[in-house]
């Protein structure tokens, strides 16, 4: 699964109805959906110009999987839905920007192999 079909799921989850356990299960699977599909993101370490910046942006995946981790495990035990959905909304906004931020990385490796514009 991509990383862009396991927000898509995580999404449409967040915006069903909730009851508390069938909820919580649900967010459970689809966030380790996320976590599956970040695990997975893994793109070549760049030199030169971009190394700063895939660094960074590893760094940021394994924050993100710690992150998706100890929500997905502490969900059990939660029975505010409403608090919970607005974490894993603040979280999934996070990843997607991550997601952003790596195809502007790739972006910019592939116009400098190209030459860029003129």
């Not at 942006?57 to 495990?73: F, H, K, P, V, Y």
Request: charged share 30%.
């Amino acid at each position: 699964m991509t990383l862009e079909s396991a927000i898509s799921d995580l999404k449409q989850t967040l915006s069903g109805t909730r009851t508390a356990a069938n909820w919580r299960m649900m967010t459970r699977q689809q966030l380790a959906l996320v976590r599956e599909a970040l695990s997975d993101e893994r793109f070549a370490t760049w030199d030169g110009w971009l190394a700063a910046r895939s660094g960074a942006n590893d760094r940021e995946r394994m924050q993100l999987l710690g992150r998706i981790t100890s929500l997905a495990n502490g969900l059990r035990d939660r029975l505010d839905t409403d608090r919970v959905a607005i974490e894993v909304r603040r979280l999934l906004n996070d990843v997607e920007h991550y997601r952003q931020r790596m195809h502007d990385l790739v972006y910019d490796s592939v116009s400098m192999e190209i030459g860029g514009s003129e």
